[in-house]
C-alpha cells in the first residue's frame, strides 16, 4: 500500500519540497556558462547569508563527510596534535578521518546521550599546548544531542585553537552565526535542515582557518580549497559542478529566505517539543535530557517494546520511517528527525504513526494520547509559532 508513499522522518536524507525537486529538474546547464556564473553567485551570496559570514563558503559535489575530510586535509599536518570531540557516531568520524590523515588526534570523550562541557575542552587544550585545531560536532545526530559551540569556540579562542564544527545535521535548523560566535570552519551537507537531494557539501572558512590551512603539510587534491577559492573568484567550481543540485540549493535557500532564519529556529524548537512530549505521553523514555536535547531530531526507548520492532511495526501500518541506533546504541533506540521541509502537523502524525505501531505490537495504547498531547504543545506554541 505504501510502496511508494513512504515519509521520511529520519535524520536524512530529509523529504525535498516539490519545489525544490521541480528546480532540479530544469534542462542542464553547461557548468562553464555565463547562465550557471549568475546561478552561482546568487547561491555562493544566499549560503553565506545562511552561515552567517563575510567569509568563505565553498561549494563541492559530495557528502557532508567530504566536507569533513577537505577540513582535516587542509587543517592538519602528518603527526600533528589535534584535539577531536567525541559522543557519538559523527564525533567518531572526525576521529577516524584525521588518523587518516595522519593527525595525532587527542580523543576527548564525552558521554553518549550527553553534550561535552566547555570546562573539559579547556582542560584538555591546556594540557595539549601543541593542539591548534579542535573538530567538534555541533548536533551528533546518533545520539540527538545539541552540543553549545557559541561556549566551545570562546574557550578555543582563549587557547588560540581553531574550531571546527561539523553541522550537517543542524546548519539551518539552529543557530550557529559563524563569525558572530568566532567559529572558524563550519562544514555541512545538503540532504538536512537545507531540504535538498544528497549530492552537496558546504565549508565556512574564517581568515584564522585560511592562515592555518596555508601552512597545512596535508595531502589534498579534489578537496584543496585553495581550489575552490581561487574558482569561485570566476563564480564557478574547479571540477565539474552538480548543475541539477545548484539549480535545487537556489530554491531551497530561496524558501528559508522567505521564512526567515528566527521563525525556521522557533519551527524546529516547536517540533521538537511536540515530539518529546508526544513520546512522553506515550511511556518513552527520551534519551537525552531537556538541556541537551537536538532542535532536528529526538532520540528514545522504552515504551514496552523493542525499538526495532515499532520502527518495523510503524512503517508496515503507516507507511512512515524512523532511524535505528547506530554503533553501540544500536538495537537500543529509534530515532525521529523533524528537520528541514516539516511542519508541527507533520509531527501529530509522525506521533500518531507511533501509536499505530504500537498498537499493531499488541503494546497497550490509547489512541490520540501522544498526538493530543503534540497538539496541545503546538497551541501553546501558537503565539510564538512562525
Same mark, same amino acid.
Given at each position: +500500500?505504501?510502496?511508494?508513499?513512504?515519509?521520511?522522518?529520519?535524520?536524512?536524507?530529509?523529504?525535498?519540497?516539490?519545489?525544490?525537486?521541480?528546480?532540479?529538474?530544469?534542462? +542542464?546547464?553547461?557548468?562553464? =556558462?555565463?547562465?550557471?556564473?549568475?546561478?552561482?553567485?546568487?547561491?555562493e551570496?544566499?549560503?553565506?547569508?545562511?552561515?552567517?559570514?563575510?567569509?568563505?563558503v #565553498?561549494?563541492?559535489?559530495?557528502?557532508?563527510?567530504?566536507?569533513?575530510?577537505?577540513?582535516?586535509?587542509?587543517? /592538519?599536518?602528518?603527526?600533528?596534535?589535534?584535539?577531536?570531540? =567525541?559522543?557519538?557516531?559523527?564525533?567518531?568520524?572526525?576521529?577516524?578521518?584525521?588518523?587518516?590523515?595522519?593527525?595525532?588526534?587527542?580523543?576527548?570523550?564525552?558521554?553518549?546521550?550527553?553534550?561535552?562541557?566547555?570546562?573539559? #575542552?579547556?582542560?584538555?587544550?591546556?594540557?595539549?599546548?601543541?593542539a591548534?585545531?579542535?573538530?567538534?560536532?555541533?548536533?551528533?545526530?546518533?545520539?540527538?544531542?545539541?552540543?553549545?559551540?557559541?561556549?566551545?569556540?570562546?574557550?578555543?579562542?582563549?587557547?588560540?585553537? #581553531?574550531?571546527?564544527?561539523?553541522?550537517?545535521?543542524?546548519?539551518?535548523?539552529?543557530?550557529?552565526?559563524?563569525?558572530?560566535?568566532?567559529?572558524?570552519?563550519?562544514?555541512?551537507?545538503?540532504?538536512?535542515?537545507?531540504?535538498?537531494?544528497?549530492?552537496?557539501?558546504?565549508?565556512?572558512?574564517?581568515?584564522?582557518?585560511?592562515?592555518?590551512?596555508?601552512?597545512?603539510?596535508?595531502?589534498?587534491?579534489?578537496?584543496?580549497?585553495?581550489?575552490?577559492?581561487?574558482?569561485?573568484?570566476?563564480?564557478?567550481?574547479?571540477?565539474?559542478?552538480?548543475? =541539477?543540485?545548484?539549480?535545487? #540549493?537556489?530554491e =531551497?535557500?530561496?524558501?528559508?529566505?522567505?521564512?526567515?532564519?528566527?521563525?525556521?529556529?522557533?519551527?524546529?524548537?516547536?517540533?521538537?517539543? +511536540?515530539?518529546?512530549?508526544?513520546?512522553?505521553?506515550?511511556?518513552?523514555?527520551?534519551?537525552?535530557?531537556?538541556?541537551?536535547?537536538?532542535?532536528?531530531? /529526538?532520540?528514545?526507548?522504552?515504551?514496552?517494546?523493542?525499538?526495532?520492532?515499532?520502527?518495523?511495526?510503524?512503517?508496515?501500518?503507516?507507511?512512515?520511517?524512523?532511524?535505528?541506533?547506530?554503533?553501540?546504541?544500536?538495537?537500543?533506540?529509534?530515532?525521529?528527525?523533524?528537520?528541514g521541509?516539516? /511542519?508541527?502537523?507533520? +509531527?501529530v /502524525?509522525?506521533?500518531?504513526?507511533?501509536?499505530?505501531?504500537?498498537?499493531?505490537?499488541?503494546?497497550?495504547?490509547?489512541?490520540?494520547?501522544?498526538?493530543?498531547?503534540?497538539?496541545?504543545?503546538?497551541k501553546?506554541?501558537?503565539?510564538?509559532?512562525?
Amino acid at each position: +500500500m505504501f510502496e511508494g508513499d513512504k515519509l521520511l522522518r529520519v535524520p536524512g536524507p530529509t523529504p525535498v519540497p516539490d519545489r525544490v525537486a521541480l528546480a532540479a529538474a530544469r534542462p +542542464m546547464l553547461w557548468h562553464r =556558462s555565463p547562465e550557471f556564473v549568475e546561478l552561482f553567485k546568487r547561491v555562493e551570496a544566499r549560503l553565506k547569508a545562511l552561515f552567517e559570514t563575510k567569509g568563505d563558503v #565553498l561549494i563541492i559535489a559530495g557528502s557532508g563527510t567530504a566536507a569533513m575530510e577537505s577540513a582535516v586535509a587542509n587543517l /592538519t599536518s602528518p603527526g600533528e596534535e589535534v584535539i577531536v570531540l =567525541s559522543g557519538g557516531k559523527f564525533g567518531e568520524r572526525w576521529l577516524e578521518i584525521a588518523q587518516a590523515f595522519g593527525a595525532k588526534p587527542v580523543e576527548l570523550k564525552y558521554p553518549y546521550g550527553r553534550g561535552i562541557e566547555p570546562d573539559a #575542552l579547556d582542560e584538555c587544550l591546556a594540557k595539549h599546548k601543541d593542539a591548534k585545531v579542535v573538530y567538534a560536532t555541533q548536533n551528533e545526530s546518533s545520539t540527538a544531542v545539541l552540543n553549545d559551540i557559541e561556549a566551545l569556540a570562546k574557550v578555543a579562542r582563549a587557547h588560540d585553537a #581553531l574550531l571546527v564544527v561539523d553541522a550537517v545535521s543542524s546548519l539551518g535548523g539552529t543557530p550557529l552565526p559563524m563569525d558572530a560566535w568566532g567559529v572558524d570552519v563550519v562544514v555541512t551537507g545538503s540532504q538536512k535542515c537545507l531540504m535538498l537531494p544528497p549530492g552537496l557539501a558546504f565549508v565556512g572558512i574564517g581568515e584564522r582557518a585560511w592562515e592555518k590551512a596555508k601552512a597545512a603539510r596535508g595531502h589534498r587534491y579534489y578537496l584543496d580549497w585553495k581550489q575552490y577559492q581561487k574558482a569561485a573568484k570566476n563564480a564557478e567550481s574547479p571540477y565539474t559542478s552538480a548543475v =541539477s543540485l545548484m539549480y535545487a #540549493l537556489d530554491e =531551497s535557500l530561496a524558501m528559508m529566505e522567505a521564512e526567515g532564519a528566527e521563525a525556521r529556529f522557533a519551527r524546529h524548537r516547536l517540533m521538537r517539543e +511536540m515530539v518529546r512530549e508526544g513520546l512522553r505521553a506515550l511511556g518513552f523514555t527520551l534519551y537525552v535530557e531537556d538541556r541537551w536535547a537536538s532542535p532536528t531530531l /529526538t532520540a528514545a526507548t522504552g515504551g514496552g517494546v523493542d525499538p526495532e520492532a515499532l520502527r518495523k511495526a510503524v512503517r508496515k501500518k503507516t507507511g512512515v520511517t524512523f532511524a535505528g541506533g547506530q554503533g553501540e546504541l544500536k538495537g537500543q533506540i529509534f530515532r525521529i528527525g523533524h528537520m528541514g521541509a516539516a /511542519t508541527p502537523l507533520d +509531527m501529530v /502524525t509522525t506521533i500518531a504513526a507511533v501509536e499505530m505501531g504500537l498498537a499493531e505490537l499488541g503494546a497497550s495504547v490509547t489512541f490520540g494520547r501522544g498526538a493530543g498531547r503534540a497538539l496541545e504543545v503546538w497551541k501553546s506554541w501558537q503565539s510564538r509559532c512562525w
